[in-house]
């Protein structure tokens, strides 16, 4: 035993030399390898702070992602009606589009805290930044919205807005303008889902690839089901049919999504107040569906259904949002996943090297 071993602790001791045993040259006693001289450390955190700074967002953000999976969707509404020539289904899809996407700038700037900001963003378009692409988008979709919220502002006024020469324009401009929204409505309803996914949130991180298939079908059951109450039932069959594509889409994703997940990073999802809005979330999702396909073509049940429909798909937001945010308290949702991912790679590689050698 050297000066050094004399001066650990016996515990120490016994752990290096064994249960009475003495190691022997080369690190291996009795033809096992060594134990570790200390347990591997249990990570807290530090000093009392957690690992990952949460997101300084408040409640406005999830509120700004509801809205904007109810503008994108009923922007692919307008556009199916207006190629279909259900004008009332149009016209309400577009104006319940432009009411989302006002609201969300107000969410939006209350969070940012000033207009200007979000200006800004809009001085550059960065291809990696999910920030700036998505403001783009958000642009673009509302330019095309609204000039088909014009014209239809236009005839409801009975063609008396002091339009003048310009009135020809814009209805000339109305259709490919409903078009142009329609292409952008898609990303508008996804993109937040990357913009959570790209920071190092935990829980979030862990959902990349499967959170935009989510935030998209939640988007299809927020704009169908206010479709579903805003419009006669006589034309909302395309409402009807997208409400349970919806429903479809957003359980099995999101069903999916948890199983590719860390089983760590995708306990938040289960757990406190998150897990109690997603799992409402998915009754109210079914419920809603169970509504459209057993009584869709009665009014009053239509608007129960779209009711339901709307409240499955905001608990979506605010669920995963809330998942995201417990996530970085506990340092143990960053740490363990991180381990794990770590053992794989080295698995991988020393299954790898066994390959090389044999070959």
């Known amino acids: ?141 509302a330019g095309g919205l609204t000039v088909t919220v014009g014209a239809e502002v236009d005839r409801l006024a009975g063609a008396r807005l002091p339009l003048g020469p310009l009135r020809p324009v814009l ?64 034309e909302a069959g395309p409402a009807r049919v997208l409400a349970v594509l919806g429903v479809v889409g957003d359980v099995v994703a999101m069903k999916a999504m948890e199983r590719r997940m860390d089983p760590v990073a995708a306990e938040p999802l289960h757990h406190g107040s998150a897990g109690t809005m997603l799992r409402w979330s998915e009754r109210l999702a079914v419920a809603g569906a169970v509504g459209v396909l057993a009584g869709g073509r009665r009014r009053p049940v239509a608007v129960v259904a779209g009711l339901a429909l709307m409240g499955a798909s905001a608990l979506t937001r605010f669920g995963v949002f809330e998942a995201g945010i417990h996530s970085t308290k506990d340092p143990r949702y960053v740490i363990e996943p991180q381990r794990r991912r770590l053992a794989a790679r080295r698995a991988a590689g020393e299954t790898g090297d066994s390959i090389t050698t044999a070959g």
């Open 171 to 234: 209805r000339a401009l109305e259709g490919p303008a409903g078009i142009e929204a329609a292409v952008f409505a898609a990303p508008l309803a996804g993109y937040t889902a990357v913009l959570l996914a790209d920071t190092a949130v935990p829980t979030w991180n862990a959902t990349h690839r499967d959170l935009p298939f989510v935030f998209v079908s939640s988007a299809s059951l927020a704009s169908a089901g206010l479709a579903m109450v805003t419009t006669p039932v006589s």
């Open 1 to 141: 035993m050297s000066e050094y071993d004399e001066l650990r602790p016996p515990e120490v001791r016994r752990r290096r030399r064994g249960a009475g045993g003495r190691r022997r040259p080369g690190g291996r006693r009795g033809g096992r390898a060594e134990e570790l001289m200390v347990p591997e450390a249990e990570f807290t955190s530090y000093y009392d702070k957690p690992i990952v700074k949460a997101p300084p967002w408040g409640h406005e953000i999830p509120a700004y992602l509801f809205l904007g999976g109810i503008a994108g969707g009923s922007g692919l509404l307008a556009a199916g009606a207006q190629l279909t020539g259900r004008t009332l289904l149009r016209r309400n899809a577009r104006l319940s589009a432009m009411a989302a996407v006002g609201l969300g700038g107000v969410a939006l700037v209350a969070d940012l805290g000033k207009p200007s900001r979000f200006y800004n963003m809009l001085r550059t378009f960065k291809v990696t930044s999910p920030m700036s692409v998505g403001s783009w988008i958000l642009t673009a979709f």
